[in-house]
């Protein structure tokens, strides 16, 4: 079982920064991928980025490539998101999610299905 605790959501202003925080109980940590998924007022949750289990191998969605970082510190058990150059389009929840993915990357590791655990969410607004 693993617990997921994310923190450091907030409102920021177009073009400003965010660094949300994925916090992990458990011993396996880095047995898993870890990813971040976000989901906008009426739309999916989607996959924006992924971190394979000692973060050697990114993932990220076109829509964030460049603009934002995801990394991991296995030894504190957390996974990061630093978010730049923030845009309106960018207002979302975004969740932590915990996967026991056998092949990274992979198509498989964008899909929600393939994570076993999930946090509460943490909302990240941006303002024009």
């Known amino acids: 079982q693993v617990q997921l605790v994310e923190s450091g959501g907030g409102l920021v202003q177009a073009g400003g920064s965010l660094r949300l925080s994925c916090a992990a109980s458990?011993?396996?940590?880095?047995?898993?991928?870890m990813g971040w998924v976000r989901q906008a007022p009426g739309k999916e949750r989607g996959c924006v980025v992924a971190i394979s289990w000692i973060g050697g191998r990114t993932y990220y969605a076109d829509s964030v490539k460049g603009r934002f970082t995801i990394s991991r510190d296995n030894a504190k058990n957390t996974v990061y998101l630093q978010m730049k150059s923030l845009k309106p389009e960018d207002t979302a929840v975004y969740y932590c999610?915990?996967?026991?993915?056998?092949?990274?990357?992979?198509?498989?590791?964008?899909?929600?299905?393939?994570?076993?655990?999930w946090g509460q969410g943490t909302q990240v607004t941006v303002s024009s």
């Open positions: 458990g011993r396996t940590f880095s047995s898993y991928v």
């Open positions: 999610a915990a996967g026991r993915i056998s092949s990274f990357p992979s198509s498989s590791a964008t899909r929600l299905r393939a994570y076993d655990y």
